[in-house]
């Protein structure tokens, strides 16, 4: 009889492990991609010119290099390198990819990856189905890469010797509660609390309906600016990723500078509210958040800071209050929002009319998009860091992820009521309406973004894979009011959250005007450390003078209903 070992079952329980949380992942990305996505890439590859003599040659240095390869392997003649990971790829750095083997596992992964993206761009078909047909070929060669299998990751195996098989074990537990949850776990989330150490500039909710919590931050300075400063953070998360920690709490330095600050904490949207719409966002949401500042502060305008989603939300709030008379909005900060979707980049690729029209046919019913399906999808933008760089450290090797409040706050999802989110996928994704002025109305109101002459800040981060900078920079050919955009560096988080304090990466200024993005990057001027400095020293124009800070919160009528940050933004939901 053979002895039993460490591994004996567990790579099949692997293997059934695997293909339910791929199951599960499947159907939460699945309804964002047409039906004809399974015949897409072949349907493309059909067209390439095979009998051409340039892709014969094509064809015939991959076989070459293949067969060096392999005789590379067999010791036949010396194994040289065919082809490197690109830049920035880490799923092949350790040195065990250097031995023989898998070696040689590595480079024809990596040829035949550069293969199939080569055949893909020959392809002899329009640009847009071209370049679906790119990301969709660029996600299944991730998925299949042998890092991301325990038999081909040599880190794997030689934990798994190290430790007796109990890093396998491990990682057999950490997918099973995982597949449990619905959600790969990037982080030690026992380590985090919202309002013990995540979310606690200290301050008040000082009003709420049903769809968010305003909060009004306690003062830091003895004198604050006149002019209250309005924060508006996107819906599809929660807000805290603006109030992490102290130490990189955007909320706290606005505060810090002098700011009266309130912010709107949006609820995670319960199923009976599943009817609600863009225009109750916009109403109940921007405007009366702005009306209950007016009030609390006696202050006839406000500055506005928003971010992403809630930038959107922000500037088709502005047509309807101009509509009522409600000049309420000193300035606006637009933080990496896409008001021009003509580019919307990689997320263009899972939305489309059959998806559209499959969830309008709900629209009577109401629904509720699931934060986690959401969160799914913008992971699978960057898949490589999102999803497969967990799978491999978490279920492969066993570990647990370090603590990271950023990654924690990634996980803590809310989710949208669904004729709200179809309304947007429809609206701004594949029709652009907002670059079209009087092309949908909002509480009865034509919007006309172009008509918004609000003295407007605009920052993108270069490296966004969510909203591109060059679609950021487009709001510039929207507005007609004065305006100033900025690019930072890094990605749509890590770019925005950027304390100064850290005296992390840099931004890019050109005060000169430009008719497209490449002029304006060409001709502007970068400056070291965060962005936040520049748009603090931008605002003081509309902050008005210093008057003594507030003691107490709130105001008759509007008396504090519980501590900051609130119920609103520690609900969960499954």
Excluded at 162 to 171: M, Y
Excluded at 277 to 302: L, N
Excluded at 333 to 358: Q, V
Excluded at 449 to 467: G, M, S
Aim: aromatic letters at 10%; hydrophobic letters at 40%.
């Amino acid at each position: 009889m053979s002895q039993a070992t460490p591994f004996d079952g567990f790579f099949k329980q692997m293997n059934d492990a695997s293909q339910q949380w791929w199951q599960q992942w499947v159907n939460a990305v699945a309804p964002t991609v047409d039906d004809a996505l399974p015949h897409l890439v072949p349907k493309v590859l059909a067209t390439v010119p095979a009998h051409t003599a340039e892709w014969q040659a094509r064809q015939a240095e991959y076989y070459q290099q293949q067969l060096d390869l392999w005789l590379g392997l067999i010791g036949a003649k010396e194994a040289v390198p065919a082809v490197q990971p690109d830049k920035g790829d880490r799923r092949f750095n350790s040195p065990e990819w250097d031995a023989p083997l898998f070696s040689w596992i590595k480079q024809n992964y990596l040829l035949t990856s550069r293969y199939l993206l080569q055949m893909v761009d020959a392809a002899q078909t329009d640009d847009a189905l071209r370049e679906k047909a790119a990301f969709f070929t660029r996600q299944y060669l991730d998925a299949v890469s042998p890092a991301n299998f325990a038999l081909t990751n040599p880190e794997v195996m030689k934990l798994a010797a190290e430790t007796n098989g109990d890093s396998l074990k491990d990682g057999m537990r950490r997918l099973m509660d995982d597949i449990s949850k619905g959600t790969i776990t990037m982080t030690d989330e026992s380590q985090f609390e919202v309002g013990r150490n995540l979310a606690v500039t200290e301050g008040a909710v000082v009003f709420e309906n049903d769809i968010l919590q305003l909060i009004q931050y306690t003062p830091l300075t003895a004198q604050v600016n006149e002019v209250p400063l309005l924060i508006v953070p996107p819906c599809v998360n929660k807000y805290y990723i603006m109030d992490l920690q102290a130490e990189n709490s955007m909320v706290r330095w606005c505060v810090e500078q002098g700011n009266t600050v309130f912010l709107v904490s949006w609820r995670s949207i319960p199923p009976e509210l599943g009817h609600l719409q863009w225009d109750d966002y916009v109403d109940q949401g921007v405007i009366k958040a702005a009306e209950v500042v007016r009030k609390i502060t006696r202050r006839e305008q406000m500055n506005v800071l928003s971010f992403c989603i809630g930038g959107g939300l922000v500037a088709t709030a502005i047509p309807v209050m101009q509509s009522r008379d409600l000049d309420w909005f000193r300035s606006v900060t637009l933080m990496t929002s896409m008001l021009d979707h003509s580019d919307p980049g990689d997320i263009k690729h899972y939305i489309d009319w059959n998806l559209i029209r499959s969830r309008e046919a709900q629209l009577d019913k109401g629904g509720i998009v699931s934060g986690k399906e959401l969160a799914r999808t913008f992971s699978s933008l960057r898949a490589n860091d999102l999803i497969w760089n967990y799978v491999v450290s978490s279920y492969l090797k066993g570990k647990t992820p370090p603590p990271f409040d950023l990654l924690y706050w990634n996980n803590d999802s809310a989710d949208l009521a669904l004729p709200m989110h179809t309304f947007f996928l429809r609206n701004m994704y594949l029709e652009n309406n907002l670059a079209r002025p009087g092309s949908f109305s909002l509480c009865g109101v034509p919007i006309d973004l172009t008509a918004v002459t609000t003295p407007t800040y605009v920052f993108a981060a270069r490296e966004d894979h969510i909203v591109p900078w060059k679609s950021a920079w487009g709001t510039l050919r929207i507005f007609k009011g004065p305006t100033r955009f900025v690019l930072g560096a890094s990605g749509h988080i890590a770019g925005t959250i950027n304390h100064p304090a850290a005296g992390k990466r840099n931004y890019w200024v050109n005060d000169n005007a430009a008719t497209t993005p490449e002029t304006w990057f060409d001709g502007a001027e970068s400056r070291p450390g965060s962005w936040w400095v520049d748009w603090n020293d931008w605002l003081q124009q509309y902050t008005g003078k210093k008057v003594a800070a507030r003691k107490t919160l709130g105001a008759v009528g509007f008396k504090p209903i519980e501590p900051a940050p609130g119920r609103y933004v520690k609900e969960k939901r499954d």
